[in-house]
C-alpha cells in the first residue's frame, strides 16, 4: 500500500471512464444564446405629447360634464307648441304708433284739397248763406269721438282728404264742397296758426233751424249726443 493520501486514491481515473483506444474525445460545444430583438421604444417627445393630450381630453370632458349639470331642464313644451323645445317667452308685437304719411303722400293729398277748395270757391263763393259744416279739420288735428284713416284719431293732409270723399259718397251727395276756415267769416285758425280744411253741404237752406232739420234727417241713425260733430249750421258770411 503506497503511501499517498487518500483523497488522491478516490480521484484515481476509474477503469470505465478512462477513454478507450481509438476514441478522439471531443470537446463538449459552448451553448448557443438566442437573443430576442427588443422593440424600438418611442422618441420621448412623442410620449410627451400624448401625455398632454391625454390631459386635456380629461378636462375637455370635465368641463362638458359641468355645463350639461348646470343646463335648466326645458318643460317640454314651447311658447309655440312645439314637444320638446325650450321654452321661450313670447316678445310682443309693438302697436304700430300714429304717425304721418310720407312727405309725397302729404303733398298729393294737400295738391287735392287745394283743387277741391278752388271748386267750392267758384261753386260757392261766400256771401252770407247758410250751409251744413260736415267736417272741419286741420292738419293734427284730434278728434277723440272719430278715427282717422291712419287707425288713430289725429288727422294729417291724406287722413282729411279721405274723409271729405267719403262724405261726398254719402247721403249728402253731389251738394258737398269744400273751403277753408280762411276763405269765409272770422278766418277761425287752430292753436299753431292753420286754417281748417271744412267740408260742407250747398243746401239751400233758409236759415240755421233749416239746417238742423236737414241735420237730423240726413243723420237719424246718429246719436243726437254726437250728431252736432257731424252736421252743425254754418253762415258763410265774406272773410273779415
Given at each position: 500500500m503506497?503511501g499517498a493520501?487518500?483523497w488522491?486514491?478516490?480521484?484515481?481515473a476509474?477503469?470505465?471512464?478512462?477513454?478507450?483506444?481509438?476514441?478522439?474525445?471531443?470537446?463538449?460545444?459552448?451553448?448557443q444564446?438566442v437573443?430576442?430583438p427588443?422593440?424600438?421604444?418611442p422618441?420621448?417627445?412623442?410620449?410627451?405629447?400624448?401625455?398632454?393630450?391625454?390631459?386635456?381630453?380629461?378636462v375637455?370632458?370635465a368641463?362638458?360634464?359641468?355645463?350639461?349639470?348646470?343646463?335648466p331642464?326645458?318643460?317640454?313644451?314651447?311658447?309655440?307648441?312645439?314637444?320638446?323645445?325650450?321654452?321661450t317667452?313670447?316678445?310682443?308685437?309693438?302697436?304700430?304708433?300714429?304717425?304721418?304719411?310720407?312727405a309725397?303722400?302729404?303733398a298729393?293729398?294737400?295738391?287735392?284739397?287745394?283743387a277741391?277748395?278752388?271748386?267750392?270757391?267758384?261753386?260757392?263763393?261766400?256771401?252770407?248763406?247758410w250751409?251744413?259744416?260736415?267736417?272741419?279739420?286741420?292738419?293734427?288735428?284730434?278728434?277723440?269721438?272719430?278715427?282717422?284713416?291712419?287707425?288713430?284719431?289725429?288727422f294729417y293732409a291724406?287722413?282729411?282728404?279721405?274723409?271729405?270723399?267719403?262724405?261726398a259718397?254719402?247721403?249728402a251727395?253731389?251738394d258737398?264742397?269744400?273751403?277753408k276756415?280762411?276763405?269765409f267769416?272770422?278766418?277761425?285758425?287752430?292753436?299753431?296758426?292753420?286754417?281748417?280744411w271744412?267740408?260742407?253741404a250747398?243746401?239751400p237752406?233758409?236759415?240755421?233751424?233749416?239746417?238742423?232739420?236737414w241735420?237730423d234727417?240726413?243723420?237719424?241713425t246718429?246719436?243726437a249726443?254726437?250728431?252736432?260733430?257731424?252736421?252743425?249750421?254754418?253762415h258763410?258770411?265774406?272773410p273779415?
Amino acid at each position: 500500500m503506497s503511501g499517498a493520501p487518500w483523497w488522491e486514491d478516490f480521484h484515481a481515473a476509474q477503469p470505465d471512464d478512462a477513454p478507450q483506444a481509438g476514441t478522439t474525445t471531443r470537446a463538449s460545444a459552448p451553448p448557443q444564446v438566442v437573443h430576442t430583438p427588443t422593440p424600438p421604444r418611442p422618441p420621448r417627445a412623442l410620449q410627451v405629447v400624448a401625455g398632454v393630450l391625454g390631459v386635456v381630453l380629461l378636462v375637455l370632458v370635465a368641463l362638458l360634464a359641468v355645463r350639461t349639470s348646470a343646463r335648466p331642464a326645458d318643460d317640454g313644451v314651447s311658447a309655440q307648441g312645439t314637444p320638446g323645445a325650450p321654452a321661450t317667452t313670447p316678445v310682443p308685437t309693438p302697436s304700430p304708433s300714429p304717425s304721418r304719411g310720407t312727405a309725397a303722400v302729404d303733398a298729393a293729398a294737400t295738391a287735392e284739397l287745394e283743387a277741391l277748395r278752388e271748386n267750392g270757391l267758384r261753386a260757392h263763393p261766400p256771401t252770407g248763406q247758410w250751409v251744413a259744416q260736415l267736417s272741419a279739420k286741420s292738419v293734427g288735428t284730434t278728434d277723440p269721438v272719430q278715427t282717422a284713416s291712419n287707425g288713430s284719431s289725429t288727422f294729417y293732409a291724406a287722413d282729411i282728404l279721405a274723409q271729405s270723399r267719403e262724405i261726398a259718397s254719402g247721403p249728402a251727395g253731389g251738394d258737398v264742397f269744400v273751403l277753408k276756415t280762411a276763405d269765409f267769416g272770422d278766418g277761425l285758425l287752430d292753436a299753431r296758426g292753420n286754417p281748417y280744411w271744412v267740408t260742407l253741404a250747398a243746401g239751400p237752406f233758409a236759415d240755421a233751424g233749416d239746417v238742423r232739420t236737414w241735420c237730423d234727417s240726413m243723420f237719424s241713425t246718429t246719436p243726437a249726443d254726437v250728431r252736432g260733430n257731424v252736421c252743425l249750421p254754418k253762415h258763410l258770411t265774406p272773410p273779415s
